[in-house]
């Protein structure tokens, strides 16, 4: 069973850091595409970041390139993104997901407020 427990989110002043964690069970990461997704009041889900062990890339959303990184820890089984020079319009519920890839099941964790104020 497919389990996504993400943490780390809060409240940060603009320009400032976080680093939110998706702590991944029932996943083994060489099988899933691992993303990161967000979702602002009043928009649609968009997806910020995916990482894909099995063939070793990342995918960033063209607002958030250069600012954030996902990697993963496989030995924790764990998604991580970095998020730097945060802005307000990155305020958002983050959510964590896993892909797998032969079937294109999508798995959703129940997410992260990252709120970015002064």
């Known amino acids: 069973q497919v389990r996504l427990v993400e943490s780390g989110g809060g409240l940060v002043q603009p320009g400032g850091s976080l680093r939110l964690s998706c702590a991944a069970s029932?996943?083994?990461?060489?099988?899933?595409?691992m993303s990161w997704y967000r979702q602002a009041p009043g928009k649609e889900r968009e997806l910020v970041a995916v990482?894909?062990?099995?063939?070793?890339?990342?995918n960033y959303a063209d607002s958030v390139k250069g600012r954030f990184t996902i990697s993963t820890d496989n030995a924790k089984n764990t998604v991580y993104l970095q998020m730097n020079s945060l802005k307000p319009e990155n305020t958002a519920m983050y959510y964590c997901?896993?892909?797998?890839?032969?079937?294109?099941?999508?798995?959703w964790g129940q997410g992260t407020q990252v709120t970015v104020s002064s």
């Open positions: 029932g996943v083994t990461f060489s099988t899933y595409g």
């Open positions: 990482i894909t062990s099995v063939v070793g890339g990342t």
């Open positions: 997901s896993a892909l797998l890839l032969n079937t294109r099941r999508r798995y």
